[in-house]
């Protein structure tokens, strides 16, 4: 798998757009850009992704650059509990890889607090 | 509601059991994991499983071993615990197929050894 960087942590206030960032400037043509988000004490929670297009759904945003070296993962209008840490992960997708290529491989991602 | 149920929430086991950590899914998936996390290590992969009877060693697989004799269930088994081996741990599934994207987790199991 490619390998990301983020930042640690950022801080979004209640009700603004929270916008992570992702570096991934050794992507390959077939690798896909995906997040997920862990919230404290809860399993890791699949956010959504994309190849190449920008792609929303109803928990997020994601924009991908042209070059598709980095992105953003928007959350438009941030809640308390959306505090969580978001990690940008980029892989194949699931149904290309088999057998043992197929696990999910983790970074330190980045902490969002959202206050008040 | 589609969902990877973990058999315990917390847990507290003595030096030296046997302990056994049970996972079910509900979504027909065919990949299995088994993740520990602790502070400042992140998530890192134990064993996984991509079919029936299948498993393979992830990362970090000494002192576990699995089974998986059902699709739907994949157990950890900690053939004699021990104080390292306190962490939380995260059962996942995945599907091969190309329409069903994403990993699903379950809440975690958090052990504790004595």
């Known amino acids: 798998d490619a390998k990301t960087t983020q930042p640690t942590s950022m801080d979004c206030a209640e009700g603004r757009a929270a916008n992570l960032p992702c570096n991934h400037s050794?992507?390959?043509?077939?690798?896909?850009v995906y997040w997920y988000r862990q919230i404290h004490s809860q399993g890791p929670q699949y956010i959504i992704h994309g190849l190449k297009n920008n792609e929303t759904n109803e928990m997020a945003s994601l924009i991908i650059t042209e070059d598709r070296k980095s992105s953003t993962l928007i959350l438009p209008h941030a809640t308390l509990r959306d505090t969580a840490v978001y990690y940008c992960?980029?892989?194949?997708?699931?149904?290309?890889?088999?057998?043992?290529?197929?696990?999910?491989?983790f970074g330190t991602g980045t902490q969002l607090k959202v206050e008040l | 509601d589609v969902k990877v149920t973990q058999s315990s929430r917390y847990l507290v086991k003595r030096t030296g059991e046997k302990v056994f950590l049970e996972c079910v899914q509900d979504?027909?998936?065919?990949?299995m994991f088994w993740y520990r996390q602790d502070p400042g290590l992140g998530l890192r992969l134990i064993y996984f499983s991509y079919d029936v009877k299948m498993k393979e060693k992830g990362d970090i697989p000494e002192g576990y071993s699995v089974s998986r004799e059902k699709k739907e269930r994949f157990s950890l088994i900690l053939e004699s615990a021990s104080t390292n081996q306190t962490s939380m741990y995260l059962c996942?599934?995945?599907?091969?197929?190309?329409?069903?994207?994403?990993?699903?987790f379950g809440s975690g199991t958090r052990l504790t050894v004595v």
């Open positions: 979504m027909d998936h065919e990949n």
């Open positions: 992960i980029v892989r194949p997708p699931e149904y290309i890889l088999t057998g043992g290529g197929n696990k999910l491989t």
């Open positions: 996942a599934s995945s599907s091969s197929d190309r329409a069903r994207v994403g990993y699903t």
């Open positions: 050794t992507i390959s043509g077939n690798e896909y």
